[in-house]
Nanobody
């Protein structure tokens, strides 16, 4: 099993920034991909960004966040970060950290059911 715990959500005004963290524990070798998803009320869960945990650290960003959000990781701490800048009201959602194997691709980002492990989520609210 892999356990994921998110932190760092909150409320900000449009144009502001937030940094989310996701700490992984357990059998972390079982995942070679980490990602962030979000879900707004009444909407489907959507992929935000994914990163391979291998040395190449390939990233896959959703078009809606590219240039504003940045994913990074500290493998010594088994932690993945999501730096969110220039936040917009439409970024308001519950943000979930996810882990899986072989799912780092735009296809994986578009299909959340392919991912094996999920955190409990952290709320991000952006006001106009």
């Amino acid at each position: 099993q892999v356990q994921l715990v998110e932190s760092g959500g909150g409320s900000v005004q449009a144009g502001g920034s937030l940094r989310l963290s996701c700490a992984a524990s357990g059998y972390t070798y079982r995942r070679n991909c980490m990602g962030w998803f979000r879900q707004a009320p009444g909407k489907e869960r959507e992929g935000v960004v994914a990163i391979t945990t291998t040395i190449d650290e390939t990233t896959y960003y959703a078009a809606s966040v590219k240039g504003r959000f940045t994913i990074s990781q500290d493998n010594t701490k088994n932690t993945v970060y999501l730096q969110m800048n220039s936040l917009k009201p439409e970024d308001t959602a519950m943000y979930y950290c996810a882990a899986g194997n072989g799912v780092c691709s735009y296809y994986g980002l578009a299909n959340h059911r392919l991912w094996d492990y999920w955190g409990q989520g952290t709320q991000v609210t952006v006001s106009s």
